[in-house]
């Protein structure tokens, strides 16, 4: 629900943060959601830094 209602709304929406906690339930606030945002972001930009290294798996995968 989450990435759905970013996707409808898009990023440059008024009120998109009330707009994505109403689609998701209202469960959340609009301040939380867009801490929950925050945290995805901060997460991809450590990923793309390296500063999160990849897991080493025990077992091979499809891609491996």
């Known amino acids: 629900m989450f990435e ?3 996707a409808y709304y898009g ?3 008024p009120n998109l943060w009330e707009k ?3 689609a998701m339930g209202g469960t959340k606030s609009a301040e939380e959601v867009r801490r929950h945002f925050q945290i995805l ?6 990923i793309e830094h ?8 025990k077992t091979q995968g499809f891609w491996t």
């Open 4 to 6: 759905e209602a970013l």
């Open 11 to 13: 990023m440059s929406a």
């Open 20 to 22: 994505v906690a109403s």
């Open 41 to 46: 972001v901060d997460d991809v930009n450590s």
């Open 50 to 57: 390296g500063r999160i290294p990849f897991p080493k798996y």
